[in-house]
């Protein structure tokens, strides 16, 4: 069993900082962590920064240069520091990670920026 679980989201002002983590624990041998994900109400599930297979960087045209995807795997831990945050950055992020080909999500995290 994998549990994924996020935290580091509340309130903060428009400008504000936060770091999100994502925390994985059980059967965890190998995991690979991939990606965060945002929705916002009434809209979809859209990716926000990710890992390529060789290890780099990929960010959403909307976040580049404000956030950075991050992780630790002596930890068991990813991160996302977001900076410059803005009203249109409120949303429930998730965390995702995979083992083999199984994908794993964790249950979120709100982040509510406030003008």
């Known amino acids: 069993q994998v549990q994924l679980v996020e935290s580091g989201g509340g309130l903060v002002q428009a400008g504000g900082s936060l770091r999100l983590s994502c925390a994985a624990s059980?059967?965890?041998?190998?995991?690979?962590?991939k990606a965060w994900y945002r929705q916002a109400p009434g809209k979809q599930r859209e990716l926000v920064a990710s890992?390529?297979?060789?290890?780099?960087?990929n960010y959403a045209d909307s976040v580049k240069g404000r956030f950075t995807i991050s992780r630790d795997n002596a930890r068991n831990t990813m991160y996302l520091q977001m900076n410059s945050l803005n009203p249109e950055d409120t949303a429930v992020y998730y965390c995702?990670?995979?083992?083999?080909?199984?994908?794993?999500w964790g249950q979120g995290t709100q982040v509510t920026v406030s003008s």
């Open positions: 059980g059967s965890i041998f190998s995991i690979n962590f």
């Open positions: 995702n990670a995979a083992i083999g080909k199984r994908s794993y």
């Open positions: 890992f390529t297979s060789g290890g780099s960087t």
